[in-house]
């Protein structure tokens, strides 16, 4: 069902390149190891290492030092390559030596091993250490470049507006930078799976700054208005990788039609809700796990038109396209987003799919 | 010259009296034999006396047969040499499977010549497969005429010999049970005999295994017996077979047809799919790369082989992690 509708839809929407991204979809996916800041970092790098994966987040920034970028590079420069040991064992802010230059764009702090291309090695799961923390999260790495994107820095007040099960807010939290962590999801059962997640690889102390709800993120332009510096906007969507792997129950079936009708809707409100929530000159990330246009840059338009007519609000959207260089030897991107970037699912890079929009509350 | 009546008995050729010439046997110079200097005189019709020494010599290394007659061992050595064999050719033939006498070597030799093989050929069956040395003439006889029923008459056995030489040695039980399994199949007796003639192989192979690969052709890929045959099916390994399937279906090119055989694209042709180059299938039917084809057919093993373990292990259910799933929901 599913991949008939994907078929007729992304055929169209991407050409040639529709088969190779059908055959991603349909093949195993890839996983990263986000590692936990809140163990035993230097360790655990060592044991992924071993197993011949490398943190794609530092050797993108180290290979992205050396590909010149228009302005202030060369007075930065003496300060850039910190040896990776100590790095490792960094957790504060203060001391981040992300390379310079890409440090004033992306969120610090985060480390995400995966496998190079070609290589289809698992990752064993994570085992707990001696306090019971796990060491890493596997999850779709691309998965991490909305946080990446989300550029948080020290003392931001953050929301996460739908963020269950809880990957991104785990790695929003390895940032070391949020004052309050706000995570929200709509729905009571998935938070709870949120806040087991936070248990085994979070301490008490940074779980306290933590906020956990379950309510409608659509009301939060009532709720919060103007209060976040980062709002992370990853909204439910037609889940395209799972959708066409369980054929069961996914969003296609007919029973669920409604629903998937509903979708850009939905989503249109929740970034709204998250543009409404952000402080002006405040920072909003629009993400989906889908590749249709209309869940995608459709749903951002809208916004971005709704937040200007309804509320006056004026919405910069952000040019990604460096962040897409920066990261391209470990993702296939999509070459023709016409707002934010999309991550396509290739087989010799078997991520995403995972779009993502950057957003700036003007002041 | 007359072979005698010892080995007369062994080879029903020389009793004819007639001496085969191989116009090719005399120029062969191959072999392994070091120079000792018999082998210039290989264009000579019979041996002499220098070729039976250092056949004694062999025996006598291999200490088998070393107290054969020299009587006995030059008519041996004269029927090689009449049915064309090059005294370097028959040097190689000693050097094979010492435990057999003299005799037998010969009339094994003697019964391929009479399949219609050269000596050339005969060598090579040989070498490539010394267990045809243990058959008698009778065996080889018999094989070569249930293989004659089965349809492979004169130049398919021939070819069959010589790539397959362990289709003679095998135990009929075995080629009647994959002949059965083709019949079970319901293919056509023309049809069983055009497989078998194309691609011989087959009988080498194990009955569930093609049973397994033809229902993977006609469920799951839709395609009809006489398709299967023309195309060649059975020539290219399951494995292989699946690996293209599977990477065309995924990619959104091939179908499987409905239970009223219709599918919305055109499948490509079987032939097309299977009888090309690697290199020209991802250029011009998958239109992929080789990167994406090699990633694509270690993962489909890895697939395969849990799907196995899955299936073995019956009910071990719960065993997917939690945060493996998390993404996906
Ligand atoms: C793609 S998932 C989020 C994944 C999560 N950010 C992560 O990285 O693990 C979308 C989530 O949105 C939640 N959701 C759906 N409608 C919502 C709403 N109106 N308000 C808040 N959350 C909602 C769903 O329960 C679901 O957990």
Known sequence: MALQNFDMNYGAQFGSLWPSIRIGLLSEQKYGALVNNFSHVGRISQDLRSLNAVDFVYESQKAALHVPWDSPVEQV?????????????????EKTQTPPLLSTSISPNIKCYTFSRGNISRFPPSRPDTSGILGYYLLDAASLLPVLVLNVQPGDLVLDLCAAPGGKTLALLQTGCCRQLAANDI????VSRLRKVLDSYVPKAVGSNVRLTSWDGRNWGELERDTYNRVLVDVPCTTDRHSVMEEDNNIFHRLRMKERQMLPMLQMQLLLAGLLAAQPGGEVVYSTCSLSQLQNEC?????VELAEIQFNISVHVEDLSYFRSVFQDTFSFFKDCRLGELVLPHLTANFGPMYFCKLRREQ | AQAGPHA???CPLLNSGCRLVFVAASEWSGGSSSSTGWEQDSDEPAHNGQLLEAVHLVL??????????SSELEKVLDSFSNMGFSNAQIMELF????KFAPEMRLMVVCELILLGLDPDSTLMVLQRSPEVLRMTAQQLRHRADCLRKLGLGEGNLQRVLRRYPTIFTLPWKKIDAVVRMFKTCLFPVAQVTEILQSCPNVLLEEPQDLEYKFQYAYFRMGIDHRVMVKSGLFRMSLAELKNRHIFLERLGLYQTPDKKGQTQIVNPKLKEIIRVSQKDFLAKMAHSSLEEFEVFRKLLAREEEEDQARVSEETDSDSDGEEERSEIE
């Open chain 1, 187 to 190: 729905s009571a059962s998935r």
């Open chain 2, 8 to 10: 007369a008995s062994f």
């Open chain 1, 299 to 303: 749903v951002v338009e809208r916004a």
């Open chain 2, 95 to 98: 050097s094979l499977q010492p």
């Open chain 1, 77 to 93: 420069r003496s300060e850039e390559t910190a040896p990776e040991e100590t790095r490792n064992e960094q957790l504060s802010v």
């Open chain 2, 60 to 69: 006598a290394v291999q200490q088998r047969h070393a107290n054969i007659e």
